[in-house]
């Protein structure tokens, strides 16, 4: 009488709370009773039967049968032989296996694969943003669910359409942190949006839990509507787009084959789109903010400068900059300098030269002139010569004396 009325009550109590079922794949909410019913046993003792249990609390087979002992708090064989867990949590899930033979001898089995869920609250955004500038990236704000088992996933959507991170103008970052006691997931997800120009005057956003098991309804949060700001500044505190040329190395001079860097700077947001142009004509490149020339050779040379166009600001071309090969014009300066030295050098030769020559022709033509004297002398050929010796002599003695008298 006292085990009928406990099974009654056992009865009572899981009609009330438990889930009796006879499926093979079950899901069971964390912290409620389950009961697992073994097909084929008898209602009432005597009974043959046994549980077979692996679960996250077994190394190995756990063996329970109606006359064993409740295996602590985590499990017991009903009276009925169903096999009852008081309050299923995460270590519950696994395999039930239960094999049980008929009065009449006719052996049945079963088998269960359990899982286990637990619905978090309803999930919230933290730190919503108020407004949105169209053109820079902004943070919409932080979506953080906590205690769901498994964990799930949280999602964002824009007037009722998902979002879809695509890393320029959604970006999403995502963090998935499990409690160590309890097993429980909490899951966060960061919203960033750059909106552009025709974007939805007032949007609206919300985030969306969905549970990991099918047939659970996914949980949104409150909406939030940031106010949205134009990206243009007022004209009258408009700043203008200043583009500046800087060239490596500093001053363009670069020696035949080595590398010029020319970089474009336009600050401003958005971003600018940069050409470049070369001796007036632009150069068909791709949009780069950065010129590498390497190698340089003599076609490289020239004047060079870059074009910012900004979509408010419109475009704006930067100083030029010249680019000069600084072994080929040192080698025509050389040249040119070596030619005028050896023409001079050449022409200083020359005279000198010459004067040398002449010297030598009045030397020798003045020594010739005194040889020819000094034979005279010594041969006399006649008398008559003799006589014109001697007349030569008087005349050359008053010369003497004039040149000495001319002295001072």
């Keep these: 009488m006292a085990a009928g009325t406990a099974a009654g009550a056992w009865v009572l109590i899981l009609g009330l709370w438990g889930s009796v079922v006879g499926g093979q794949n079950i899901t069971a909410h964390i912290g409620e009773p389950l009961v697992l019913n073994c097909r084929g046993a008898p209602r009432k003792p005597p009974q043959q039967l046994e549980w077979k249990l692996n679960t996250g609390r077994t190394e190995a087979w756990k063996v329970l049968s109606p006359q064993g002992s409740p295996w602590e708090s985590v499990a017991r064989v009903l009276p009925n032989g169903s096999l009852l867990l008081p309050a299923v949590g995460i270590q519950d899930e696994g395999t039930f296996r239960c094999r049980a033979m008929s009065r009449r001898g006719k052996e049945a089995k079963s088998n269960y694969r359990v899982r286990v869920y637990e619905i978090p609250g309803k999930p919230e955004i933290v730190d919503p943003a108020s407004e949105l500038t169209v053109g820079v990236p902004t943070k919409v704000g932080t ?19 998902p979002l879809i991170p695509d890393g320029k103008g959604v970006l999403v970052k995502e963090e998935t942190r499990r409690h160590p006691e309890s097993g429980l997931f909490t899951l966060q997800s960061e919203l960033i949006v750059t909106l552009a120009q025709g974007d939805a005057a007032g949007p609206t956003f919300f985030c969306s839990f ?13 909406p939030i509507q940031p106010i949205v700001r134009s990206g243009r500044i007022p004209s009258s505190e408009s700043v203008p787009l200043e583009v500046q040329l800087l060239i490596e190395p500093e001053g363009g001079v670069v020696s035949q084959g080595g590398t010029v860097t020319l970089t474009c700077e336009a600050p401003a947001q958005p ?20 010129l590498l020339i390497p190698e340089v050779g003599p076609q490289d040379e020239g004047t060079y400068s870059c074009v910012a166009t900004h979509p408010s600001q419109g475009a704006k071309e930067s100083p030029a900059v010249n680019v000069v090969i600084e072994t080929g014009e040192e080698g025509r300066a050389a040249g040119s300098v070596g030619g005028s030295g050896l023409g001079t050098l050449a022409l200083a030769l020359g005279i000198l030269g010459g004067l040398g020559l002449a010297a030598l022709l009045i030397g020798a033509i003045m020594w010739r002139k005194r040889q020819h004297r000094g034979e005279e002398r010594k041969a006399p050929e006649n008398q008559e010569e003799e006589e014109e010796r001697a007349e030569l002599n008087q005349s050359e003695e008053p010369d003497a004396a004039e040149s000495g008298g001319g002295g001072p």
Excluded at 210 to 222: E, F, G, K, Q, V
């Design 143 to 161: 979506c953080v669910s906590e205690g769901s088992y498994p964990a799930g996933t949280l999602s964002w959507h824009l007037d009722g359409k």
């Design 210 to 222: 969905s549970p990991a098991l099918p047939r659970h309804r996914a949980l949104n949060t409150a």
């Design 271 to 290: 971003p600018s789109q940069i050409h470049w142009i070369k001796n007036g004509i632009p150069l068909p490149l791709p949009l780069s903010p950065v």
